[in-house]
């Protein structure tokens, strides 16, 4: 008989013993390098995102740095009403690359939208004799009917019409400019060529309806309004308009905030033929703007139309 050898039948239990330790070590190394793999991926993504964005920042930098875009930037902020900002912009702008038509046109534009009526003249009168001409001419029509010199406005839009004959908000300006001159006859025509150019313009829809309503054409005013579902508070302030301009005292007598207070009292969305439209020069969208809440000093002097900065249609 063998003696019974104890170090033997323990063998097989210690290799059993060794087998479960080696196999849970091993899980341990298999789980630990996934934690460190998921942590370099982790931060491999981040180091990633991050030269991703630098070279965002680095591009849209890049995007400024031409006159033509810094333009553009331009334009979209005055597109927003940050009428003030731009101004600070034109002025970089224009120490950077020099003095421009372009810059000179949103210079002057900032310039009336922030209540700097003198000096934005001086602006619009330098883009007579440029390629810009046009842009001037329309510039010093608006102020004339601020002004509520309206016979100049015509003469000053109708330079601007000449250059640019197919602006259809240029030529809703000079037919409403019409209408409030007394020339009443002379408002057709710039008004319907308005509408058909752009029919989709709530603003020129508004003064051709004021212009039927004051040749007695009611008939017709309320079919195109209906056309174009005109809001009860709109179809109101162009009767009351007509109204107005049909009172002793002619066209150059009436009181364009009269036909606002009652839409305003209700915070119903209007477009009133009340006044001429700001000239528009961005092709960009907007976006509601704390001006909006604080308007420009020249909203406020001036009775604009109170679509005249808004974000709809024309």
Known sequence: MKPFDLCASARPAHRRMLAFASAAAAALVVTGCAGLKDQYAASADAQQRMA????????????????????????????EDLWFASLAHIDALEQRWGVSPESTRTRAEALRQTGQAAPAEAAYKRLLGTPLASAGYRGLGLLAGTRGNFVEAVQLLAQAQRRTPTDALLLSDLGYAHLRAGQIEEARLPLMQALQLRPDS???????????????????????????????????????????MRAPGGPAAAAPAAATTSAS???????????????????????????????????????FSPNSTSRGTP
């Open 202 to 244: 709530t603003q020129a829809q508004a003064n051709l309806a004021l212009y039927l309503e004051v040749t007695n054409q009611r008939d017709q005013a309320a079919s195109l309004m209906d056309a174009n579902r005109m809001s009860e508070t709109t179809r109101l302030a162009v009767r009351e308009a007509a109204l107005q």
């Open 52 to 79: 991703a964005e630098a070279a965002a920042d680095t591009k849209a930098g890049a995007n400024v740095d031409t006159q033509a875009t810094y333009l553009k930037l331009v334009e979209q902020m005055q597109k």
């Open 265 to 303: 009292i209700r915070g119903e969305p209007m477009v009133a033929p009340l006044a001429l439209k700001p000239s528009r020069w961005s092709s960009v969208g907007g976006m509601r703007t704390a001006s909006q809440t604080n308007p420009p000093a020249s909203t406020a002097a001036a009775p």
